[in-house]
């Protein structure tokens, strides 16, 4: 019976950490970090959110990422507003 109880706890201990990486916060990187440094590990996902306003032209794109070490998993364009032209955020979800 102990040796039951025993392992009923150890198998809802190892649950509870294998459900910690996966409830883990999102990283989100916009302009108020500018200058700083980020430190990430290997498989860390994070978010970039930039302004942007596509209707002038002024939008965001990778110039070279190396691919090596991170991996673009979704971009993705929110509007600020519901009015034609208006500025969106561009969200790149990312994995270090």
């Known amino acids: 019976m102990q040796f039951l109880i025993f392992l009923i706890i150890f198998f809802l201990i190892s649950c509870t950490t294998i459900n910690n990486n ?13 200058g700083k440094e980020i430190y990430l590990k290997k498989g860390k996902i994070f978010e970039i959110h930039l ?3 596509p209707s002038t032209g002024y939008e965001w794109r990778f110039f070279q990422l190396d691919k090596d070490l991170f991996e673009i998993i979704s971009i993705e364009k ?12 561009g969200i790149w979800k990312i994995k270090a």
């Open 22 to 34: 996966i409830n883990e916060p999102i990283l989100k990187v916009n302009k108020s970090c500018h």
């Open 51 to 53: 302004e942007e306003n």
């Open 78 to 89: 929110q509007p600020k507003s519901k009015f034609i032209g208006a500025p969106v955020i």
